[in-house]
């Protein structure tokens, strides 16, 4: 079993934005889908570790933070 690509909210908002420079996506996005648990990710004192495949996985389909 592979290990999973973790990244911190910064490290995978760069990643996103290298992929699509013109992308809607903000920091703040993202560490919303942390807290609400719309991502699998880990948090490790006053940052999250996210999953970085599942991550992308989760915004190429129609995902709502409600």
Partial sequence: MPLPRMRTIEEAYEYL??????????????REMCKKQK???IKTGNKYLI????????????????
């Fill in 17 to 30: 934005l290298k992929e699509d420079k013109d992308t809607g996506i903000t920091r703040y996005f993202i």
């Fill in 39 to 41: 991502v699998h990710c």
């Fill in 51 to 66: 999953n970085l495949d599942d991550l992308c996985e989760k915004l190429s389909q129609n995902i709502s933070l409600k």
